[in-house]
């Protein structure tokens, strides 16, 4: 048998190596999905909002409509799932739902009275006693608010008024008014100067600042206006005095007759109020009993109200406004499901029927596809004890919700903070609201680049814009993934901001503690700065402040891990995952880097999530890798430009030379470890010469390596030439 040289085998040796390695054979590219780069745009977005078919005040057009004048994008109508009050309204021996109210004005105290009373009475135990002597225009009352929507069927109105003493028929009355369009202040005696809403028509017409009153009753010089702009009816009725007056009345058949233009279905009354008036001295005292303001029986269930919700929302979208139907889900702790759009009844649900705790919430919205905020989470000790119950945004609008926020943040949740008004009346300038950075102003991807973390906030007359990186850039940071670092690196981060005042004054934060102010003295800042690094994982964000303190607009903030062993200056984070369905962001399915290793020249990274992953890195002096490949699927193929990598929808990897920035495209349904070889090379001696070959640093199944060799081998023998031996 002969023997095969020593040469023939080492240049097998060589022709495999060369073929597996220098060659980089690579396994078929199999399809998946493609990230690209893509143009973005800032859309300012309201994410908490109440209208009508809860506790607000207005209806969908009249929300909508201030959102647009104010230069809104995107808004989020998150009505709770279930009202915790009936929309009907009763007086009956109880003042628990009605609010005592006065106008500024010149009283004589020892007239003033505004008390229940045990005589008379028209039914039950108390009517409510009502008398006020001014001289000047002047009224007492008593408001309930937020009133039965005209969608839900004919409005009906019940009272009984006892005038006492009505001193003058022209300046001294008693009546009940309607309100539609209008809320009187919470805060004031009287009057809040924003109180005027507006009230959508039934042809589509939105008037904005606007409101319809209705009075009824004995309404003197006071009450009864009629203004022919369509804002005040008044209906004056004959009274006799020193007995008690009963009034049953069609709400919606006098709305019919004296408006030239119905309200829209949507409209509801705003406040229903008991009136005593009185002008010139004159004295009006009264005294209202069995009052009741209700829908025709059978009222419209819940969910028939939110299909209808849901359904007309859309009618109110531009090109540049999309409204989205949301909920806030309240039977817990309150959080906002931001998906809720089902347009048949058949498809309500509220909190209690799909969870019994505050994790179950969050857990059932996840399972959905989507991501959910914790509301208002300041004076709730379990939110930090328990991660925000694994929500994935949490409200940071006023100091304490931030201190909530920084809480969570250093105990390593990585949760997004989002500004918004909670709002049950309109937005109003200068309110809070959220910028987030998207290639489209949809639904998908307004959820997917929140989710990411790119975006920021601020009040909404800001004119600038901030950015904030970990490298000067026109985008933000996606703060969503965390970036790991050489351990002994500093953390770089660049922030920039436009549309700013001098004075005003720009505040880092480091885990949670104010470290650093620098005033701003144009309208413009931008800096790069390095800081250490104290602990193994640290984060740090920016705010803008004004002269009074007040934050105009924050960061999201940027995480930062060590990683021991990884060479100086090397770094490397997820930038982006796309989801095979366009949903999925939340922070059950989608982790990003989850753990990074640097040992034997192979940078490791387990990333977790679904979709397609894109990783970015700087590799330092490193150089370009010898081979990037994916752990149980092996070696995947390097892209030779930047165009190829950004088109390619299978796992790929690229390298750019000019910047040391390495590019990472990878397919998983769950997590994977992707290892960044830099491989050493050695010198073999073949037949007195020496050939480099690269020694890969982790093992790899040996058999089909083997078997090539063999295979080779095998050709090799054959083909050589046969000398005979000469004896």
């Not at 937020?146 to 839900?152: D, E, F, K, N, T």
């Not at 990878?666 to 020496?690: E, K, R, T």
């Amino acid at each position: 048998m002969e023997k095969k040289p020593l040469s023939a085998i080492m240049l097998t040796l060589l022709l495999t190596s060369m073929l597996t390695f220098a060659f980089d054979i690579q396994p078929a590219k199999v399809v998946y999905g493609s990230i690209g780069p893509q143009i973005s745009s800032w859309y300012k977005t309201e994410l908490h909002h109440h209208s009508v078919f809860s506790d607000g005040y207005y209806d969908l057009g009249v929300v909508t409509q201030h959102a647009k004048d104010l230069g809104y994008n995107a808004f989020f109508l998150t009505d709770h799932d279930v009202v915790g009050f009936s929309r009907n309204k009763t007086f009956d021996d109880s003042l628990q739902v009605w609010q005592y109210l006065r106008s500024p004005s010149v009283w004589y105290e020892e007239w003033c009275v505004n008390e229940l009373v045990p005589t008379p009475v028209y039914k039950g135990t108390y009517s409510l006693h009502l008398r006020s002597k001014s001289s000047d225009s002047s009224c007492q009352r008593y408001t309930a608010w937020r009133g039965p929507i005209l969608w839900s069927g004919d409005i009906f109105l019940n009272f009984s008024l006892y005038p006492a003493f009505l001193s003058s028929p022209q300046f001294a009355g008693a009546f009940v008014e309607l309100m539609f369009g209008l809320k009187y202040g919470w805060e004031t005696d009287w009057w809040d100067s924003q109180c005027e809403g507006g009230v959508t028509w039934a042809n589509g017409t939105v008037t904005a600042p606007h409101y319809v009153i209705l009075r009824f009753g004995v309404l003197g010089s006071e009450g009864n206006v009629t203004e022919a702009d369509e804002t005040i009816r008044g209906f004056n009725f004959t009274v006799t005095l020193g007995a008690w007056n009963t009034f049953s009345l069609n709400v919606t058949d006098y709305m019919v007759r004296s408006l030239p233009t119905m309200l829209a279905p949507d409209c509801a009354i705003s406040a229903i109020s008991l009136n005593c008036i009185t002008d010139h001295c004159e004295i009006s005292d009264v005294y209202f009993d069995d009052v009741a303001l209700y829908t025709e029986e059978p009222a419209k269930s819940v969910g028939e109200l939110f299909a209808y919700r849901n359904e007309e929302l859309a009618s109110f979208d531009t090109g540049t406004f999309k409204a989205f139907p949301s909920v806030e889900l309240s039977e817990f702790l309150h959080f906002n499901h931001f998906v809720y759009n089902f347009t048949t009844s058949q498809g309500y649900y509220h909190t209690k029927q799909v969870a019994s705790s505050n994790n179950e919430v969050v857990n059932f919205v996840h399972s959905q596809g989507y991501p959910i905020q914790k509301n208002h989470p300041a004076g709730e000790p379990d939110v930090v004890e328990f991660g925000s119950f694994g929500a994935d945004f949490i409200e940071a609008r006023s100091q304490d919700e931030i201190s909530v926020w920084d809480q969570l943040l250093n105990k390593g949740v990585c949760i997004m903070g989002t500004w918004s008004t909670d709002s049950h009346g309109f937005i109003l300038q200068g309110d809070k609201c959220t910028m987030v950075y998207s290639p489209e102003l949809t639904l998908e991807k307004l959820l997917k680049n929140m989710f990411e973390g790119r975006m920021f906030l601020m009040i909404n007359n800001f004119t600038g814009k901030i950015v904030f990186n970990i490298e000067p850039s026109t985008e933000p940071y996606p703060a969503r993934y965390i970036n790991y670092i050489a351990d002994g690196t500093s953390a770089t981060l660049y922030f920039e901001a436009t549309g700013l005042t001098s004075g005003w004054k720009a505040c880092w934060v480091r885990n949670g503690t104010y470290f650093l102010d620098e005033a701003i003295t144009s309208t413009t800042y931008a800096v790069s700065k390095s800081f250490s690094m104290p602990n193994d994982a640290n984060y740090w964000r920016v705010e803008i402040r004004d002269t009074s303190d007040n934050i105009i607009a924050m960061s999201e903030p940027i995480l930062f891990k060590k990683v021991h062993n990884m060479p100086s200056a090397m770094y490397a984070h997820v930038n982006d995952f796309a989801t095979p369905t366009g949903t999925n962001y939340t922070n059950n399915v989608i982790k990003g880097i989850t753990s990074a290793s640097y040992s034997s020249n192979n940078l490791t990274l387990t990333i977790d999530g679904l979709g397609t992953s894109t990783t970015v890195g700087f590799v330092g002096n490193k150089g370009r890798p010898r081979a990037v490949f994916i752990d149980g699927i092996g070696y995947i193929h390097l892209s030779n430009t930047r165009q190829e990598f950004d088109s390619a929808f299978y796992n790929t990897w690229y390298y750019d030379p000019s910047t040391n920035m390495l590019y990472i495209k990878a397919y998983q349904s769950g997590s994977i470890d992707v290892i960044v070889d830099w491989i050493p090379v050695i010198a073999v001696p073949v037949g007195g010469y020496s050939y480099p070959i690269l020694v890969h640093t982790k093992a790899e199944p040996i058999i089909p390596y083997i078997a090539l060799i063999a295979i080779l081998t095998a050709i090799f023998t054959k083909l050589r030439p046969k000398t005979k031996r000469k004896r």
